[in-house]
């Protein structure tokens, strides 16, 4: 005999099952705009599509974990309608209809455990009794900063260990954070000393520092960052002893007179040119009369110290490198918007360049140049005269193996331009024509009452590296003699 089921015989109501996932995602954090309104760093907001933990406020105000989790269930005798959520936080159950839903789990500390139970609804009205649970530990990552790439000053680059700088140095820094940089709040640095009260705060976005008003002499700079969950960084210093490529002493040098040397020729290791400038100085400022500045292969990583370093001055008298092959080591373009500045904001330049880069100077327009000496070699003897006077004139003392340039100014960016020297009548195998301008001084209109500082360019080395270029007719002093008494 066949056994069928009785239709008579009702069957027993069961209850749904209730299956639950986790996809793990990444942290955010939200902040307020000026009218109060909640915006997040993913550009969401919360929709019909989401389902969302209890703790909003916790959520508006402090880093969270963006969690999404997915359940479904079944139900053998009927359909399931709808589930019943709680975190471990929450004292009641939520109802959602929707089978998945991002939550945003707040960090309080390095490691928070967090449970969320989930149990299916069916259309009966029976709720499964065993709800699907997932234990989640939220562990916070420390935050990491590290000074930005070449933003010290390599040994290579300033042909030795240490680092000298004016009273004004940036650092500049990089951030970052496994749980998002957003959780990044504080920055601290210090200067030589990292005591409780050492340490001054910046927001945590902050990723530089100017410092301002330094005192002369030897500097260590520190500076770490902590998240929203109190975990800190490791340390960051300058210069560190662990980076033998960079820097590893920091000297700030004072400011002394009003006058800046600006040595931009790296190849004279010797210093024998920048030994004949401030033997110079000396004689007509006097030992605390100026300042002098190696700036090396590199300028400083930030403009802000480039121009700050010409700020301290009045005077900036600017030498480049003799040789062709040593010019692409002449860092005077790329000083180009410090410079310009410097010389708007009143501040007299005298600059030599030798092998010109380029055709124009922002700083000195020019008209047309020319090659004086297409073989490469001027012979000594050659004289350039002086408009102002006989007795400035100056004769090249030694051979200049290098070719060198006259040019024409461009008169018309000029409010007052004035002729120092040009090349006398050609004479033999002198390749010129005319009497090219070999030195010139000019000033910009910054406004209606007022003209820029005086910017003057001389194209003919004063200095070699080994000896003195133009001392065929006394020394090359007077030219500088009459700029200071006279021009400066």
Not at 133 to 145: A, C, D, F, G, H
Not at 271 to 291: F, I, P, V
Not at 331 to 358: H, K, Q, W
Request: glycine share 6%.
């Amino acid at each position: 005999m066949w056994e069928y089921d009785d239709p008579s015989k009702l069957i027993e109501a069961s209850s749904p099952e209730t299956y639950l996932s986790l996809v793990a995602v990444d942290t955010i954090y939200s902040t307020t705009d000026s009218l109060g309104n909640i915006v997040y760093a993913i550009d969401e907001e919360p929709g019909p599509d989401y389902v969302w933990d209890t703790l909003t406020q916790a959520f508006a105000t402090i880093t969270s974990s963006r969690q999404e989790l997915h359940w479904w269930g079944q139900d053998p005798d009927g359909d399931v309608i709808g589930y019943e959520y709680k975190w471990s936080s929450d004292s009641v159950w939520s109802y959602t209809n929707l089978e998945s839903g991002v939550f945003y789990v707040p960090i309080r500390s390095e490691l928070d455990i967090f449970s969320f139970e989930v149990k299916a609804v069916d259309n009966d009205g029976n709720v499964d009794p065993t709800p699907s649970k997932l234990t989640m530990p939220i562990k916070n990552s420390s935050p990491e900063i590290a000074f930005r790439y070449l933003s010290n000053p390599l040994v290579a680059d300033i042909g030795g260990d240490t680092s000298f700088t004016f009273p004004t140095r940036t650092f500049v820094w990089d951030l970052y954070d496994q749980d998002g940089n957003e959780t990044i709040t504080d920055i601290f640095y210090a200067i030589d000393d990292t005591c409780d009260t050492c340490w001054q705060r910046l927001d945590g976005d902050a990723t530089s520092i100017t410092l301002v008003g330094l005192e002369p002499g030897n500097h260590t700079f520190f500076v770490k960052c902590k998240d929203i969950a109190g975990a800190e960084s490791s340390t960051s210093m300058f210069p560190d002893s662990t980076r033998p490529s960079d820097a590893q002493i920091w000297i700030v040098k004072p400011v002394l007179g009003d006058v800046l040397i600006v040595d931009d020729y790296p190849l004279d290791n010797s210093n024998n040119a920048l030994g004949w400038y401030t033997g110079m100085m000396d004689t007509l400022l006097g030992q605390e009369g100026y300042s002098y500045w190696e700036i090396g292969d590199e300028l400083p990583y930030s403009s802000t110290d480039v121009s700050s370093n010409l700020n301290y001055f009045k005077t900036v008298i600017w030498y480049a490198a003799y040789n062709n092959t040593a010019a692409a080591n002449d860092t005077y373009n790329r000083a180009e918007a410090s410079l310009v500045n410097f010389i708007m904001g009143g501040g007299n330049l005298f600059i030599n360049p030798i092998d010109f880069e380029d055709t124009t100077f922002t700083w000195f327009p020019l008209d047309s140049i020319t090659t004086l000496n297409p073989s490469g070699r001027m012979l000594t003897g050659k004289v350039l005269k002086s408009p102002i006077g006989e007795d400035l004139d100056l004769i090249v003392s030694h051979l200049i193996a290098v070719k060198v340039k006259g040019f024409w100014p461009d008169e018309s960016e000029f409010e007052e331009i004035t002729e120092l020297y040009h090349m006398a009548d050609p004479e033999g195998n002198d390749s010129w024509t005319g009497n090219p301008t070999v030195c010139s001084m000019g000033q910009y209109r910054v406004s209606p009452v007022q003209l820029s500082g005086k910017v003057v360019m001389m194209t003919l080395p004063l200095h070699d590296g080994y000896r003195p270029k133009l001392q065929g007719n006394g020394s090359a002093i007077k030219l500088f003699q009459y700029l200071f008494d006279n021009e400066f």
